[in-house]
Structure formats: C-alpha cells, structure tokens
C-alpha cells in the first residue's frame, strides 16, 4: 500500500512530459512556429458521438497544439437525452481537462447552422455561445464578430447544400465578406478538397482552413492508428498564445494537411516548405563529377518533389519523395565540379491554387 503514492506520483509525471514531448509536424525557423490545430469539431453536446473528454484524448495523442469546440447552436439532436441550456458546456469540460503546462490548448466556439444561404458558418475564439443564438443568422455572426471571434465558412462544397459538389458565393456571403464579417474559407472539410473554395479563397483574401469536422472517432475515420492524420490547418506565429495564434489566422498564415496535401497561399507554403526542406554540402567524391547532396525532410508530412534543372540526376528519375523525417542522397551529372548549384523544383503535393503547384528554387553553395 506505501507504494502507490509514489506509483501515482510518477504515472503523473510521465503523463505530464508525454503531453508536452511530442515533436512538431512540422520544422518553423528560430522564433517561429507552426502550430496545428483543429478549427471544426463536435462532441454530444450538439450531433457529435463521443463525450468532449475523448475529443482533448484524441487530441493529445495525436499531437495537436489547439482545437476548437463548435457545437451546433441550433441543431441539437441529443437535446432529449442531454439537456443543457448552456451552448459553452462542452467547452467547459474540455478546457477544464488541460494542465498549466500542457502543450494543448482549447478554446471556445461554435457554428451557426443554417440552410443555404449561409449555410453553415463558424465562430472561434468566441467569449460565449449563447449570445449567438439567434433567429436569423446575420444577427449571430454579427454577434460573433462584436465579441472578436474570427469567422469562417464550413464545408461550401458540402453536396447536401451544393448538389453539383461545387462551392460558389451567394449574394450573402458576398455581403459578408464586404463588410468584414467572414474571415476564412474551408479548402478541406473531414474527406473533401474544393478547387473552387480554394479559388473563392484567393479571389477574396480569405484564410485558408483544412479541419476534420469529426462527429465520431479520428481513428475511424482517419486511420490514426496506422500512420494516417486528421486534415488540420498549420498556423505560422511567433508565440503560442491564443491571441498570437488569433490574429496570425486574421493575417491568413496558414497552411492545410490534408492526406497527402499541403494547401496554402504560395507565400505560406514556400515558408513551410524551406523551413522543412534543407539540403547538406555539395560533395564530389574522387575524382569524378557527379555532385552528392544529403536532402533532408524535417517535417511529418511525405514531400514529393520534381527537378525542373538542366542537369540529369544518377541513380533515380526527376520525380522523387521524401519520407517523412528521412534524408536521401541525390547525384546529379554537373558535367563540372560547381561551387553554387540553383535547383529549380515543383512540389508536387504542395497546392498554390486549383491545380497549381508551388515551383521554388534552392541555391547551394
């Protein structure tokens, strides 16, 4: 019996370094970071399945650094069995469940449910639900937007709203984002990726999101357990804290993972992609001129990569992958020993826009 405080004292500690020891997804330069989060996610507190404990649960073992809990205000199937007049109850239980000093964090949210238009529209880092809740739509993300919540549109491809699976602006969302009051745009929305919410993105400088949407359990529906991710949407900030996290997806820096994906304005991804990529020194081995280079990827993400240079490489194709945090050797035919190589590459799963890949040059010396 003597031996089971200090059983639990060390459970604990255990506990507490796995909750902070995980490595990023993904490398950032000194004094930065890319920080992953989940934007969109729901618990029995509105249509979701699980308890919002299980929600902060997956989480941590998945590594995330923030997720948002967004109930539906309206929609609230399980009402008869949970009753709760409070719209911040799941919020309560999962912001209760983090430690001082964990890497998680979660904050308050939640999405106003409408038929199209507006369809369905989410508000995070708001200060109370309820005050959302309203009979038509406009005064709840009105509301929203007084409490400093940042705005985004969820799913506009989703087929129950959109038969053709297309997203396209309606007079309302264009009212919206004229007077401010929509800030960002699902690209990737639980398994779905929209070309044309992509573009409506760019077109109207809207942050680009990626979340999971989950109602059920990550693993079953993202294969976690064998190696598979949830989409999340990667923020680039200089602080972790929520209000540096806040106004970077105000300024839209942001990337989007999605299965194999990366998502972004080309100015964020080529960001995520040089702090990730890194190549070691040109050598020549012998007397021979054929150039070895180390590549090495940093990130938890796969990088699949085309040469676009003059020279031809010696042991493989052009197109090539990186594994995640891996390195490989790559050989290329100078015809000449050279002090500076330019390597012009696409990034063949990195998206700039509707079908456009991010191109980008590394110089080496």
């Not at 989480?59 to 709760?84: F, N, V, W």
């Not at 409070?86 to 979660?106: C, F, K």
């Not at 197109?319 to 035919?333: A, D, G, Q, Y």
């Amino acid at each position: 019996m003597a031996k089971l405080p200090i059983f639990g004292c060390t459970f604990f500690l255990i506990a507490a370094t796995t909750l902070s020891a995980q490595p990023p997804f993904f490398k950032a330069k000194s004094g930065s970071h890319w920080v992953s989060t989940d934007l969109h996610i729901h618990t029995v507190f509105s249509d979701g399945a699980v308890w919002p404990s299980i929600r902060v649960e997956e989480a941590r073992k998945e590594g995330l650094d923030l997720i948002a809990m967004t109930e539906h205000l309206e929609y609230q199937p399980h009402a008869e069995d949970i009753p709760h007049p409070d719209r911040n109850r799941s919020y309560t239980i999962a912001s209760g469940m983090i430690q001082p000093e964990e890497r998680l964090q979660v904050i308050n949210g939640s999405e106003i449910t409408r038929e199209m238009a507006p369809g369905h529209i989410n508000a995070v880092f708001i200060k109370d639900a309820n005050a959302l809740l309203y009979a038509d739509s406009l005064s709840g993300i009105q509301a929203a937007n007084k409490q400093g919540a940042f705005v985004f549109w969820n799913h506009p491809n989703w087929d129950a709203h959109r038969k053709d699976g297309i997203a396209r602006l309606d007079p309302f969302h264009e009212y919206l984002i004229e007077n401010k009051l929509l800030h960002g745009l699902e690209v990737v929305n639980e398994t779905t990726y929209s070309d044309e919410a992509f573009q409506i993105a760019l077109e109207n400088n809207l942050t680009i999101l990626g979340t999971s949407d989950i109602h059920g359990l990550t693993d079953w529906a993202h294969s976690i357990s064998e190696g598979g991710h949830r989409p999340m949407t990667f923020v680039s900030v200089e602080s972790k804290t929520p209000m540096a996290l806040k106004k970077a997806l105000f300024e839209g820096k942001t990337v989007v993972w999605y299965d194999a994906l990366l998502i972004g304005k080309k100015g964020n991804l080529e960001r995520l992609i040089r702090d990730n990529i890194s190549f070691g020194p040109i050598v020549y081995p012998e007397d021979k001129t054929i150039a070895q280079l180390e590549v090495t990827n940093h990130s938890s993400a796969g990088i699949h990569m085309k040469y676009l240079g003059e020279y031809s490489f010696h042991k493989r194709a052009t197109v090539f992958s990186i594994p995640t945090n891996s390195t490989i050797l790559l050989e290329l035919k100078t015809v000449t020993k050279k002090e500076v190589l330019e390597l012009p590459f696409t990034i063949l799963n990195g998206l700039i826009g509707p079908k456009k890949y991010l191109d980008l040059t590394f110089v080496l010396k």
